[in-house]
Structures are given as C-alpha cells and as structure tokens.
C-alpha cells in the first residue's frame, strides 16, 4: 500500500518561512555560547524540582534518567516542526482508500527542534488543506499559509516537548518510561534571549523558569503514556472535520481539542505556583510577564489557523481547573486525569471543576 503524498509543499514553506523571519536578537559568539550552557543546564536540574511541584516524582524520575534536552535556533525549531506534522497531514486529510492528486515534497528531518507544537501545525496545514489544496498551485498556496504559521510560532516559542509522534491510525502506546524516553526539551535561544532584553528579565531566572515549564510537560507525558497518540488523532479529527468543511463537527471536535491543550499549558502553569523568591529571585516579575504571554496561545493558533473558534474552551482557564481541583481533591485527584483520554476534561468542565470531579472521581 503506497502513502499518500502530501498536499503541502513543505520544503517551501520551510524557505518562505526562512526567509519572512529574523533570525533573533544580535549577541557575540561568546555570548551565544554562554546562553546554550545556561539553557542546557537549567533545563537538566528542573525534572528532579518538578517531581516536588508536580507530585509526579516517578515520572520525574524517568524523565531525568533519559533526558533530551536541545538548545536550538529558530530554523532548527521550524524544520523539525515539519518533520512531526507532515507524517500527520496526510492521514488526515483524505479518508482511507481515497486517492491524491499532484505530489509534494516530503521534506527533511535532520533537525532537532519544533515550533509551537505538532498541533498547532498540524491544524495550520488542516485550514491550508480545507481551502487550497489541489495540483501544484493548490500546494504552493497551501505551504504559504503553513510559512506563515510557522513564522509566527517560531518567533514566539521560548521552548516545547516533542514526543515521539504517533501513527495517527492507532499506534500501540508504550508504557511511561517509554514516553519519558522518547521526549525531546528544546529551548529556542534566540526567543528567550530576545524576551529577556526586551522586557529587562534576568536571564537566568528566565531560563529557569523555561526550563521547569516545559519539564513539566515532559513529566506529563510520563505520567500519560496515552497523550501524545491521543492528542495526535484528536488533532487529525479536527483536521478531517475542516477538510470536509463541517463547520460543526470542526468546532465540537477542536472546542474537545483546545480543552485538553488548557489542561496541559494550565498545569504547567499552577505546578509553578509553588516557586517562591528565594528560589527564582524575579519569580512575580516572570510569572506577571511569561504567564499572560503563553497563557492561551495553543487555542488562539488553533482559531486562527483552522477559521474554526472553540466555544467556551477557547478562553477557558486551564489554571484555574487545575487550581480548582488541587485545592479540593489534592494531588491525587488531579492525577486521576492521566489515566485516561476520557478523564481529561470536557471543555464545559473547565469553567466548572465540580462537574468534572463528579464525573471521574466519584
């Protein structure tokens, strides 16, 4: 059985993007060189830290023992973007058995790194498929909206996890230390060194604070071996629900979508209330400045990049959810949302935690 082709030219997105996008802020080689130590080892002290914050020391523990961690530059974060999403585009956007027309290139994958999230491309490559798609013009159309999502993401990505990503038909989840393992932190340089001039941070309170952000998305994922290929054919439903255009089912599958990417972004978030100043000595001044900065910016992609807005989910405070029930129920019954995809919350279940606490954990 032959793939597929991709609908979407992505080694010219890749250049279109390359070439709309600054490299980043100026610094000597020295200071280069200074700031890839700083992020690198910051990020290999957070996961011993983050076990304390999250409750989850097991997973944390995991995670430390296979760590991957790669300081990149933007470039580097945009092709390995394309490396995830382009094995997903193709799944999702033509029902089994259904034959494409017209060929694009596959792209490359000789660079660690990724852009905001496989998600978020995935569901930019979801709209440039739905509206322009088709022949060569329909590709070339497509990679141009793809490079300009991925500029956007590349420019404001401080740092991310990129799983392993999975066969979007339903590829056998590994157990949590496999998870751990095939995680990969990355921290863009260029973006936390251009936010830290820009809004007078110090740099290594920033950098730390990255670090222990992002850690605990790779802790989450130890803890749920199910989430990324849960994530990824969630991401496909969207995708083929746009590709169709039913309006409908794009915005009930992508409101589902953008609730579980809440969850995820707002746990890392409260897991960081447990940071004081004496700890991180600018601890308010980061939270003031990077929570409202990232707070929400999966959801507001995803509207973007699909036309489809996520009712109630789209502005929902995935924080406060997980504020909501630490404070009720404790660790352990937060942690009953990693057990399972039907124990992640319901976008209306974000608003009202009670809801939620009364469905899975009673």
Request: no cysteine; hydrophobic share 45%; charged share 20%.
């Given at each position: 059985m032959v793939a597929p082709a991709s609908p979407i030219d992505w080694e010219r997105a890749l250049h279109l993007a390359r070439a709309a996008t600054p490299p980043g802020p100026r610094a000597t080689a020295p200071e280069r060189a200074a700031l890839v130590v700083l992020l690198?080892?910051?990020?290999?002290?957070?996961?011993?830290?983050?076990?304390?914050?999250?409750?989850?020391?097991?997973?944390?523990?995991?995670?430390a023992r296979s760590l991957d961690v790669r300081v990149v530059d933007r470039d580097a974060a945009r092709r390995a973007a394309v490396d995830s999403v382009r094995r997903l585009v193709p799944a999702a956007a033509h029902a089994p058995?259904?034959?494409?027309?017209?060929?694009a290139d596959a792209g490359r994958a000789d660079a660690p790194g990724r852009g905001r999230s496989a998600v978020s491309m995935?569901?930019?490559?979801?709209?440039?498929?739905?509206?322009?798609?088709?022949?060569?013009?329909?590709?070339?159309?497509?990679?141009?909206?793809v490079a300009a999502a991925l500029g956007t993401v590349s420019t404001r990505l401080l740092g991310e996890v990129l799983p392993a990503v999975p066969d979007p038909a339903g590829a056998p989840d590994g157990?949590?230390?496999?998870?751990?393992?095939?995680?990969?932190?990355?921290?863009?340089?260029?973006?936390?060194?251009?936010?830290?001039?820009?809004q007078d941070l110090d740099l290594a309170d920033l950098a730390r604070w990255v670090a222990l952000h992002e850690t605990v998305h790779a802790v989450q994922l130890a803890a749920a071996p199910w989430l990324a290929a849960h994530l990824v054919r969630a991401t496909a439903e969207v995708v083929r629900a746009v590709t169709a255009r039913d309006v409908a089912a794009a915005r009930e599958r992508a409101a589902g979508l953008s609730a579980h990417l809440a969850l995820l972004e707002?746990?890392?978030e409260a897991s960081l209330d447990g940071v004081g100043p004496e700890e991180i000595g600018s601890v308010h001044r980061l939270r003031a400045v990077v929570g409202p900065a990232r707070s929400g910016a999966l959801g507001d992609v995803l509207a973007r990049l699909t036309s489809?807005?996520?009712?109630?989910?789209?502005?929902?405070?995935?924080?406060?959810?997980?504020?909501?029930?630490?404070?009720?129920?404790?660790?352990?019954?937060?942690?009953?949302?990693?057990?399972?995809?039907?124990?992640?919350?319901?976008?209306?279940e974000l608003e009202d935690p009670a809801a939620w606490e009364a469905r899975v954990l009673r």
């Open positions: 690198h080892d910051a990020a290999v002290d957070a996961p011993a830290r983050v076990g304390g914050l999250t409750g989850l020391e097991r997973e944390a523990r995991a995670v058995g259904e034959r494409t027309g017209g060929s995935a569901l930019g490559a979801g709209r440039a498929l739905g509206h322009r798609a088709g022949g060569t013009v329909g590709t070339r159309l497509a990679a141009t909206e157990d949590g230390e496999e998870a751990a393992s095939a995680s990969r932190i990355l921290i863009v340089a260029p973006n936390v060194l251009a936010l830290a001039r820009r707002g746990h890392a489809v807005r996520a009712k109630g989910a789209q502005h929902a405070d995935g924080a406060d959810f997980v504020r909501a029930v630490l404070a009720g129920t404790g660790p352990a019954g937060l942690a009953a949302a990693w057990v399972a995809p039907e124990n992640l919350p319901r976008p209306d």
